[in-house]
């Protein structure tokens, strides 16, 4: 499988809960978490979208006009004096490069999918596998039409900020950078693998996942998103999963327990499967409702 697939339904780099609550409609999932004094609402977002893709149901903008801060996995993504020092320090390394580190047969996966691109692997020499990975699974994805401008994310952002709204992460740049660049270097090769692995699928891939996201269909999310993973890359679940899903709703759930209307709005995988935010919230005391 597919940890490309993650990296496109994550910040970074894509989880079935208790979907409690009423049935699934033609729109995105939007989930809402009740306290006594704050209303929280969660939103599983896509990150890298093709501008046509009409997501924005009456539903989720009342819910965004409503709210009075966004909270997000982190809040300055698209800083570049925030990422660039982080990737230059984490995800370049000019001492070891990259086909010191490679066996013959990735190179040669490697050189495959970097010429329909127009690149060569001397291009990627400087970074370390995670990055490149990183970068093999949105290139293609911006060759077929996809762009990180179009994101959910970055729309809802510009709304927020368009009405001086706060603006909040549940996690750091450097945390982020950090799950991926701290991993062991056999589970890093991995990565960088299954981006080569996904480089021809990525696009039509990305399709089925938003034409599922749209239409909220989250059990086809987990299914895009989740299933392979869990059984061929346990580690990696576990670590950008289970134990940040489990993070996220610890903060969540002191957003529903203070004051105002908060609208969250995280990466799709993190709100399907079993291991969902909803499930662990639902752990700490509080029904996610589906809206």
Not at 135 to 151: A, F, H, R
Not at 176 to 203: C, H, I, N, T, W
Request: proline share 7%; net charge negative; charged share 20%.
């Amino acid at each position: 499988m597919n940890i490309g697939k993650i990296r496109r339904g994550l910040t970074l780099c894509a989880l079935f809960a208790a979907a409690l609550g009423g049935p699934a409609t033609a729109e995105p999932a939007l989930w809402k978490v009740q306290g006594s004094q704050a209303t929280v609402y969660l939103f599983g977002t896509i990150h890298i979208l093709k501008p046509n893709v009409a997501w924005r149901a009456p539903k989720i903008d009342a819910a965004i006009k409503a709210s009075d801060a966004l909270w997000l996995e982190i809040a300055d993504n698209d800083d570049p004096a925030v990422m660039q020092p982080l990737v230059l320090k984490y995800g370049v390394d000019p001492a070891h490069p990259l086909s010191s580190k490679l066996d013959a047969a990735t190179k040669a996966k490697l050189a495959a999918l970097l010429a329909p691109l127009g690149l060569t692997p001397a291009q990627f020499e400087p970074l370390r596998p995670w990055m490149a990975g990183v970068t093999l699974s949105v290139l293609p994805l911006m060759q077929g039409g996809y762009d990180i401008n179009s994101g959910a994310e970055h729309v809802i952002t510009a709304d927020m900020r368009a009405a001086h709204k706060p603006i909040d992460g549940l996690e750091t740049a450097e945390q982020q950078v950090r799950y991926l660049a701290d991993m062991p270097p056999a589970e890093e090769l991995d990565f960088l693998k299954s981006s080569l692995d996904d480089g021809e699928k990525a696009v039509p891939e990305l399709d089925e996942m938003v034409a599922a996201w749209v239409s909220g269909d989250q059990s086809k999310l987990e299914a895009l998103l989740d299933e392979e993973m869990r059984d061929d890359y346990p580690d990696i679940y576990k670590l950008l999963i289970v134990e940040r899903n489990a993070r996220f709703a610890d903060q969540i759930a002191a957003l529903a327990r203070g004051r105002g209307v908060v609208f969250v709005a995280i990466g799709a995988g993190h709100l399907a499967g079993p291991d969902s935010v909803q499930a662990d919230l639902a752990k700490l005391g509080l029904t996610a409702v589906r809206q």
